[in-house]
């Protein structure tokens, strides 16, 4: 199969393929995702072909509004209206009791389902011509760092789906937050860029599930499915090494190998690419901006795929704000390999 690129003005194409039961990748603000029509069954079992995605692992369903929420989900509890109003259109997903309309294979079979309403106007536009939720996970080969531009998602997914929808790179660069709603008190399972001081202050107490900062033991099941899978990983092992920034610098420049790869910093570049026979150093942004480092996390850690690097060293934020999502993914990234300075 050839995959069509689609600009913004063939967006009519991208829902009528949609709506044909094909797959279409789809710009948000978050990270691409991988579409289909969120209630056809066939469709949507596609996607878990394309990707090479764990049947066990669920899909979060896309709507234009939160007037759609009551097609998706039953029950709504009023947090969920409050969240809708406060931060959607954007970065949030949802934990609801599910509508019988959605198909098991969406949810894995539980009887919860993730909606999010994003934030990019193009994708609500293509959902709303579309006339169904998408089904839609990160458009990247499963266990593949998520895409962040429609480039990334043509190296993942060209040949395999039906066309791409151009949306420029992503504002955000991580994937929503997840906050589960089914139980009390709300849960965080995965954080992004609505963050967990925000949640707490519309919600009051917020837990946050353990699979968010650390490694599941055997026999562990979080309540994000997905997040008991290795995740964005490069081909070469990550090494996180967290800690105060001139720190954490230091013990990469001390420990890493010249032909390591190297995520840091930018106030940091030029230790690194002044080493002889320095390895490919990728910048994250400045220390203090990790709204920055969210954007550039995912597309510094396909960098590396391109190059024959033998192990990658990062630099990683602290955990406030939306460093607490670029944190887990660098952890993720590394296995939870993480040394403290
Ligand atoms: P992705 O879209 O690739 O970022 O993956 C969707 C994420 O949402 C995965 O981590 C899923 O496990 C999680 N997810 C989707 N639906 C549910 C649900 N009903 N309950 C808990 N987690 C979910
Ligand atoms: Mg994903």
Same mark, same amino acid.
């Given at each position: 199969m050839k995959t069509q690129l689609l600009t913004e003005k063939e967006m009519e194409r991208a829902a009528a393929i949609l709506r044909a039961g094909g797959l279409v990748g789809i710009p948000t603000e978050t990270v691409y995702g991988l579409g289909a029509n969120g209630f056809d069954a066939e469709a949507v079992s596609r996607i878990f072909l394309a990707k090479g995605r764990p049947q066990d692992n669920?899909?979060?369903? #896309?709507?234009?509004?939160?007037?759609?929420?009551? !097609?998706?989900?039953?029950?709504?509890p009023e947090s969920a209206w409050t969240l809708a109003g406060a931060c959607w259109p954007g970065p949030l997903t949802m934990i609801l009791p599910r509508a019988p309309q959605v198909p098991d294979v969406v949810t894995a079979g539980l009887d919860t389902v993730g909606v999010r309403?994003?934030?990019?106007a193009l994708c609500r536009a293509v959902i709303e011509a579309a006339g169904v939720p998408v089904a839609a996970p990160s458009g990247n080969l499963s266990g593949r760092p998520s895409p962040t531009t429609a480039g990334h998602m043509r190296e993942d997914m060209e040949g395999r789906i039906d066309a791409i929808v151009d949306g420029g790179p992503c504002a955000v660069g991580v994937e929503s937050t997840i906050v589960d709603l089914t139980c009390t008190p709300p849960r965080l399972l995965r954080p992004?860029?609505?963050?967990?001081?925000? @949640?707490?202050? @519309? @919600?009051?107490?917020?837990e946050v599930d353990p699979a968010v900062v650390r490694l599941m033991d055997e026999g562990e099941h979080p309540?994000?499915?997905?997040?008991?899978?290795? #995740?964005?990983?490069?081909?070469?092992?990550?090494?996180?090494?967290?800690?105060?920034p001139e720190r954490s610098a230091a013990y990469i420049a001390g420990h890493a190998r010249a032909e390591d790869g190297v995520i840091c910093f930018a106030e940091f570049l030029p230790l690194f690419t002044e080493r002889?026979?320095?390895?490919?150093?990728m910048d994250?942004?400045?220390?203090?901006?990790?709204?920055?480092?969210?954007? !550039?996390? %995912?597309?510094?850690?396909?960098? %590396?795929? #391109?190059t024959a690097v033998p192990a990658i060293w990062a630099q990683c934020p602290d955990a406030c704000g939306i460093g607490l999502a670029v944190s887990n993914r660098l952890s993720k990234a590394a296995g939870f390999h993480i040394i403290q300075v």
């Open positions: 669920p899909l979060i369903l #896309h709507i234009p509004s939160a007037t759609w929420l009551e !097609r998706c989900c039953r029950d709504i309403c994003p934030g990019h992004g860029g609505i963050t967990l001081e925000r @949640l707490r202050e @519309l @919600l009051g107490q917020v309540r994000a499915p997905g997040m008991k899978y290795r #995740h964005y990983a490069p081909r070469a092992p990550v090494t996180v090494v967290a800690g105060q002889m026979g320095a390895g490919p150093v994250l942004g400045p220390a203090g901006d990790t709204a920055e480092q969210a954007r !550039r996390i %995912f597309d510094a850690l396909r960098a %590396f795929d #391109h």
